[in-house]
């Protein structure tokens, strides 16, 4: 793992945290939808921090499918569960949510187990490395 | 008890959706290559051409954006700190299975510990 690696699953975290805050504070203003009212989910794009949130978001897009192309799924997931903790942290200190004991211990639980993974490999199967069965027979065939 | 009903539906919503677009975005992306590598030597147009041409992009982006609004529905009806980690929670879960069904990751024991330590914090959460 280098550096810039490093710095690309950063970008995942932060900018999932950002965004999803982003989008609560901004779905608050815009109110409860239900399926009779379902036109005004599409309208909460108007909302500045639905917007900004979508921008984040975006931004989390482009740093989650890079990781992806180096990394396992089951290693890019929880190498960036700092998020749960970052998000807790946003929801209380930004949008001002209570958070009780007991999910403080969730969020902590979480982590730890995510922690886990980020110390084993980063890649255990990777697809376009491995040689098709009629490359091989080709290249077993000019060997000979 | 409306509103509650309304959150799990679309947690769940949430939850297959996004699992069902990493598993396409994640295969999506192992074929394209490594990016880093890829813009180094290609330039940074070649890249996005490839992923954008990808058609297990294209499915994964359909799920997210699911996934996106259902999100958005659930956020109008509860606490960011429930519906977030809830949803993001339980797909880990899910991924860890279907990365190994689908995927062929070689999902070890570390990783388990892993799924079942964040399945019990979702618990704790919604408790």
């Known amino acids: 793992m280098t550096s810039s690696k490093y710095l690309v699953l950063a970008g995942v975290t932060v900018c999932a945290a950002a965004g999803d805050s982003l989008l609560s504070r901004g779905m608050r203003e815009v109110g409860n939808i239900s399926f009779q009212n379902l036109p005004s989910i599409v309208l909460a794009i108007l909302n500045p921090w639905v917007a900004i949130g979508i921008v984040f978001l975006l931004g989390f897009f482009a740093s989650y499918m890079t990781a992806l192309s180096w990394a396992d799924l089951t290693y890019v997931l929880p190498a960036t569960s700092l998020g749960y903790v970052l998000l807790a942290l946003i929801a209380k200190f930004a949008l001002h949510e209570q958070i009780s004991v007991t999910r403080w211990l969730g969020i902590l639980l979480i982590s730890t187990g995510v922690g886990f993974v980020t110390r084993g490999p980063e890649l255990t199967h990777n697809p376009s490395r491995e040689i098709s069965p009629r490359s091989a027979r080709a290249l077993a065939a000019r060997q000979k | ?127």
């Open chain 2, 1 to 127: 008890m409306t509103k509650e009903i309304y959150t799990w539906e679309a947690i769940s919503a949430i939850v297959i959706a996004s699992c069902a677009g990493d598993v396409f975005l994640s295969h999506a992306m192992k074929q394209v290559g490594d990016v880093g590598e890829l813009w180094r030597r290609k330039g940074l147009v070649t890249v996005i051409g490839r992923i954008l041409r990808n058609p297990w992009f294209i499915g994964g982006v359909l799920c997210m954006t699911i996934a996106f609004y259902s999100l958005l529905f659930a956020l109008s009806w509860e606490d960011v700190s429930l519906v977030g980690p809830a949803a993001a929670a339980l797909t880990f879960v899910a991924n860890a299975v279907a990365a190994r069904i689908f995927l062929h990751e070689r999902v070890d024991r570390r990783r388990w510990i892993a799924a079942l330590l964040v399945a019990g914090g979702v618990l704790l959460l919604a408790a």
